[in-house]
């Protein structure tokens, strides 16, 4: 299945349990995998457009570079996910590991991955990231996975840009078209934080790819967002108290798919 956006697509994060390694592992793979399916079930039965699975529990993160006992299980994970609920499905693992994001995804024969650290540099509390759109694309090619979609984060949440404070928004986002990104995606300044409509609006005025929104979304302020951009990804709205940590709160997730595809009409 090759992701498209010929119409808006609402995509559904799972937050997976801490993985194998990682200092808040719990002891059970299995665990693991049958909360991310019980989760992925609920935004399939809610009517999402695709789903994307990330290791955020997995704090303190790497850069870079994490252990096979990560990807590996991510590319079951995803897997299992797609198999059970035939939806379009990506990942993202943290932090910026894309080359093992777009190895795992390969593997699990799912749709696209969500990339950091694509374009120039910044600051993050990993530390300092350089751009790995070079690598990252040339890997994606000599592996045969074309099909699988990159779409790149542009001036990452959670992360210091005075070193590129005088290169825009809109700047970093053609540079992202430039080096053959799927799709850019605007966020707010950290987890669960709106992103500019001033942003989008404008990113979307100088590219041709697909523009995303990658924060901040609620049933609230999705109508002003709505007819700027192609994707919305929404995690933290989806969880009781809108926080990313908790439980998925159904009743959140039916009333933004409600509202969602009523401004689809």
Known sequence: MNFTFNDKKLI????????PGTPKYGGSVQNIIDKALE???IYRNAGVDAIMIENMHDVPYLKREVGHEISTIMALIAEKIKSATKLPVGMQILAGANIAAISAAHTAGIDFI???????????????FESDA???MRYRKKIGAEKIRVFTDIKK???SHSITADTS????AKAAEFFITDGVIITGSATGEAASVVDIVEVKKNVKCPVLIGSGLTT????KYFNFADGFIVGSYFKRDGYWANEIDTSRVNKFVEKFNELKG
Do not use: Y
Request: hydrophobic residues 45%.
């Open 12 to 19: 559904a994060m799972v937050h997976v349990l801490p993985l």
């Open 220 to 223: 609230e302020n999705i109508e």
């Open 169 to 172: 928004v809109v700047e970093t």
């Open 114 to 128: 969500r990339a950091e650290g694509f374009v120039f540099g910044h600051v993050a509390d990993e530390g300092f």
């Open 157 to 159: 949440k959670h992360s």
């Open 39 to 41: 989760e992925a079930e």
């Open 134 to 136: 070079g690598e990252l």
